[in-house]
């Protein structure tokens, strides 16, 4: 299976940036997708943005122009950089992957998250 281990969230000034990292392990070729979203008290998990082995990228509209996604694959990593951050950009930032298990015709999408690390932006 997979296992993903999220760093390097913590508390910054609004404007201020920061660099969340999710480190995958396991059986780790089988991912076609890793991405990030984040959870608000009270409010539910947005997606913030994926990306694809192929490196297709998408976000979340509140984060376009500000936050950037990428991936080593040669470390099984990825690297979500926030910029401009904002104070309603606080949330726990989990990180996702996604991968396809085919046992004979039968297609399962399976998926695992990691714990979450927690961005507090101050205004």
């Known amino acids: 299976q997979v296992q993903l281990v999220e760093s390097g969230g913590g508390l910054v000034q609004s404007g201020g940036s920061l660099r969340l990292s999710c480190a995958a392990s396991g059986t780790t070729f089988k991912i076609h997708a890793m991405g990030w979203y984040r959870q608000a008290p009270g409010k539910e998990r947005d997606l913030v943005a994926y990306i694809t082995s192929g490196d297709n990228t998408d976000y979340g509209d509140s984060v376009k122009g500000r936050f950037t996604i990428s991936r080593d694959s040669a470390k099984d990593m990825v690297y979500l950089q926030m910029d401009s951050l904002k104070p309603e950009d606080t949330a726990v930032y989990y990180c996702?992957?996604?991968?396809?298990?085919?046992?004979?015709?039968?297609?399962?999408?399976?998926?695992?998250w990691g714990q979450g690390t927690l961005v507090t932006v101050s205004s």
């Open positions: 996702r992957a996604a991968w396809t298990e085919v046992t004979g015709s039968t297609h399962r999408n399976l998926e695992v």
